[in-house]
């Protein structure tokens, strides 16, 4: 057995200093995906600092109709919170269709921005894999792979980014903030995630110590409408296949407003920015959405397992850019 040790802080700069000296901590908020690795052999910390103590928990209002969420707020807080369900409806939907009831209750937002893909090869502990391993391979290639990503992949790595609220929060330019020790910086969501390229174990730009302290999103009217639909193989408890975060404005029969962002198809957050271009301004109609959806999904690289991928996501962007430019009424389940 392998000893671990536990430090429990009180202060912001107290966790990022302990964090930060010692290459072998790591934070630990929720644990629901640290303890797990941990048990599983992938990750294997001396020591963890457990953040909990620390005042990051709250969920603010902003005055212009924005939102700060505190990165150790509950994904059940941040769900029910009633800021973010009247302005930010898919934000909420993004987190009650994530997991199940009791991990939404441990888990935390700054964790689930730091969650780790669910790549077999990566959490077996044993195969190549990139990501755990740099330089030792991709099994995933030539593996089982039809869950892995068709958007922004390398012959490095094929891993699926596995959050679902990551996706609405990439649709809307928010902000991940953060706390070192050189200062605090933020990231848009965009920013944060980085695509695998020939280094894949890289996947944020935070240095070791850095802590998340909170995710701000800002005002955007027309997210009052937005929705977040969610493709998978069961109803519940299960990531996603496809997922679309969408929020759409129209003026007299054309789009003037738009924001995309896909989930389960890529190895980040994918903000959709070529079938935003497509929309803006063009009719709402559904020649106008297939034509996004396909501009978008044209630079897709399957395997054979998951060359179903990229028409269910085009599919499923359809049907929710179609259900938000009429009625606007669309469930966030199955596709
Ligand atoms: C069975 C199961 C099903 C799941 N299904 C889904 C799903 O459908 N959709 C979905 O989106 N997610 C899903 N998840 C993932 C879940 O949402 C994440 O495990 C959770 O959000 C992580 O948060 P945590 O607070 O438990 O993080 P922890 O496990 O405590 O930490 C995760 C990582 O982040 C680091 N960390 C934590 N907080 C901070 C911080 N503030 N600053 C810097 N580093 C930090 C830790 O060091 C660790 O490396 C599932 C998880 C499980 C176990």
């Not at 103590?53 to 029910?80: C, F, K, T, Y």
């Not at 990501?131 to 869950?147: D, I, N, W, Y």
């Not at 003026?251 to 497509?278: C, F, M, N, T, Y």
Request: overall charge neutral.
């Amino acid at each position: 057995m392998r000893p671990v040790s536990y430090l429990r802080p009180d202060g912001v700069d107290d966790a990022v200093q302990a964090v930060t000296a010692d290459p072998g901590s790591h934070f630990l908020a929720g644990g629901t995906t640290e303890v797990d690795l941990l048990r599983q052999h992938v990750l294997a910390p001396r020591r963890l600092v457990d953040i909990n103590r620390l005042p990051l928990a709250g969920i603010e209002d902003l005055p212009d109709g924005g939102v700060r969420i505190g990165a150790l707020a509950r994904m059940s807080e941040a769900a029910a919170s009633p800021a973010v369900r009247e302005r930010f409806p898919m934000v909420s939907q993004a987190l009650e269709l994530g997991a199940s009831a009791q991990l939404r209750h441990m888990a935390s937002m700054g964790g689930n921005m730091l969650q780790k893909v669910r790549c077999a090869y990566y959490r077996d502990g044993e195969s190549p894999c990139n990501k755990r391993e740099p330089g030792s391979g991709c099994s995933a290639l030539h593996g089982v792979s039809r869950t892995h990503a068709v958007l922004g992949v390398s012959d490095h790595c094929i891993a699926t980014h596995p959050s679902d609220v990551a996706v609405p929060l990439a649709a809307l330019d928010a902000r991940i903030h953060t706390r070192g020790v050189h200062g605090e910086r933020s990231h848009t969501v965009d920013e944060f995630f980085l695509q695998p390229g020939a280094t894949p174990h890289r996947e944020h730009p935070l240095d070791h110590g850095e802590l998340i302290t909170a995710i701000e999103v800002p005002a955007l009217p027309m997210a009052r409408r937005s929705r977040y639909l969610k493709v998978r193989d069961r109803e519940s408890y299960e990531f996603a296949l496809v997922s679309v975060a969408a929020a759409v404005d129209t003026d007299d029969g054309a789009i003037s407003g738009v924001r995309i962002a896909l989930g389960g198809v890529a190895v980040k957050p994918w903000r959709a920015r070529r079938a935003e271009e497509v929309l803006l301004g063009a009719p709402a109609t559904d020649e106008t959405f297939e034509r996004a959806a396909r501009e978008e999904l044209a630079a897709a690289r399957t395997t054979a397992m998951n060359a179903f991928k990229p028409d269910l996501a085009r599919r499923t962007l359809v049907r929710a850019l179609r259900a938000l430019t009429t009625t606007g009424t669309v469930t966030g389940r199955q596709g």
